[in-house]
């Protein structure tokens, strides 16, 4: 059983920040992308950013472009979300997986931590 863990979440006003941690085994950085994954009540899950383990290499959803950040150090990979709103409540997810933001093509995730965005 492949366990990722994030931690970081929890209650920001809007315009504020978070960032968001996700460590992973260290096998896994062999094989997988990490990407960051969000799901908001009654909605599905969506893909919001991916690191390459194998090059670095970045991707982000339009909906996150220019706001959230992805980084790696080590066997940790960092979410870094500036000027939050309130469509930004949601369980946020790390995932190990293919380099895609479908989070069908994933089998291996955290337990998610809860952002809320609230005045």
């Known amino acids: 059983q492949v366990q990722l863990v994030e931690s970081g979440g929890g209650l920001v006003q809007p315009g504020g920040s978070l960032k968001l941690s996700c460590v992973v085994p260290e096998f896994i950085l062999d094989y997988y992308a990490i990407g960051w994954f969000r799901q908001a009540p009654g909605k599905g899950r969506e893909g919001l950013s991916i690191i390459s383990t194998s090059d670095g290499s970045t991707y982000y959803a339009d909906s996150v472009k220019g706001r959230f950040t992805i980084s790696r150090e080590k066997n940790t990979v960092y979410l870094q979300m500036h000027n939050l709103n309130l469509e930004d409540t949601a369980v946020y997810y790390c995932?190990?997986?293919?380099?895609?933001?479908?989070?069908?093509?994933?089998?291996?995730w955290g337990q998610g931590t809860q952002v809320t965005v609230s005045p």
């Open positions: 995932a190990a997986g293919p380099v895609t933001l479908r989070p069908r093509e994933y089998d291996h």
